[in-house]
């Protein structure tokens, strides 16, 4: 891969030795920029995260007061959100974010997104259409971005709070 970019890189530095219309070789220049740029972005991986299971929770010390996003269907928690920091299960590790601190408050301290080394989270509260919501039990979306800003995993489910 980054041989072909050095390599794309040396023609085109070779077919800029004539004189062109300075309009066309900005257009031209935008061009080859933006080929090098997708050529050089990493392929999309998706993520299918893992219930966190009771063993986690107790192991971890996770049963604290914030708020846990189950996944419709599933009975353990997808992600735990906590007051300072929250927590994903991605293949066999436990993965810990960080709260934004900017982001919205939910119940039980916890924010509406935590941010991660090489990902975020958002979570965000869905329409109610009569479930019975409240402050601390309500439908939501869970969207896990990478690094490069695009969707690796989204999901619907409940979330669930707790002080």
Request: aromatic share 6%; with cysteine.
């Amino acid at each position: 891969m980054q041989k072909a970019v050095i390599g794309l890189a040396v023609l085109l530095s070779l077919a800029g030795c004539g004189e062109k219309d300075p309009s066309t070789q900005a257009v031209e220049d935008a061009r080859d920029v933006a080929m090098v740029e997708r050529m050089s972005r990493e392929p999309l991986k998706p993520l299918e995260p893992l219930p966190i299971t009771r063993q986690d929770i107790t192991r971890y010390g996770l049963d604290k007061p914030g708020c846990s996003f189950r996944k419709q269907g599933q009975g353990d928690p997808l992600f735990i959100a906590g007051k300072d920091d929250g927590y994903l299960h991605v293949g066999g590790d436990l993965k810990r974010f960080a709260a934004k601190s900017e982001s919205a408050d939910l119940a039980g301290g916890a924010r509406s997104t935590y941010v991660g080394l090489s990902s975020w989270i958002d979570l965000v509260r869905q329409p109610d259409a009569g479930t019975g919501s409240d402050d601390m039990n309500w439908p939501a979306r869970i969207v896990i971005h990478d690094a490069q800003e695009r969707v690796a995993f989204m999901a619907d489910g409940r979330m669930t709070c707790r002080t």
